[in-house]
């Protein structure tokens, strides 16, 4: 499958980085949301220091011990 590159919806989080709003990724199933937050993600890592992005993916089995608030504490 290739991969669509959203330039415009990237910059678009990019300009929003230190305001305090909520920011909220729509979109219809397969629509690319995951991707963006991924895009999103690797430019925070490559140009923010000191970020600290943790990234859970619920669909993976290896996540399956993290279904409440209390078992993300360590």
Same mark, same amino acid.
């Given at each position: 499958? =290739?991969?669509? *590159?959203? *330039?415009?919806?990237? /910059? =678009?989080? #990019?300009? @929003?980085?230190?305001?305090?709003?909520?920011?909220? #990724?729509?979109? @219809?199933?397969? /629509?690319? &949301?995951? =991707?963006?937050? *991924?895009?999103? =993600?690797?430019?925070?890592?490559? +140009?923010? &220091?000191?970020?600290? #992005?943790?990234? @859970? +993916?619920? +669909?993976?089995?290896?996540?399956? +011990?993290?279904?409440?608030?209390?078992?993300?504490?360590?």
């Amino acid at each position: 499958m =290739k991969l669509i *590159e959203r *330039e415009h919806y990237l /910059s =678009k989080m #990019i300009n @929003v980085i230190d305001t305090p709003d909520i920011k909220i #990724i729509t979109g @219809v199933r397969r /629509s690319g &949301k995951s =991707k963006l937050l *991924e895009a999103f =993600k690797e430019y925070i890592n490559n +140009n923010e &220091k000191n970020s600290n #992005i943790i990234h @859970v +993916n619920f +669909n993976l089995k290896k996540y399956d +011990n993290l279904k409440t608030s209390e078992a993300l504490y360590i």
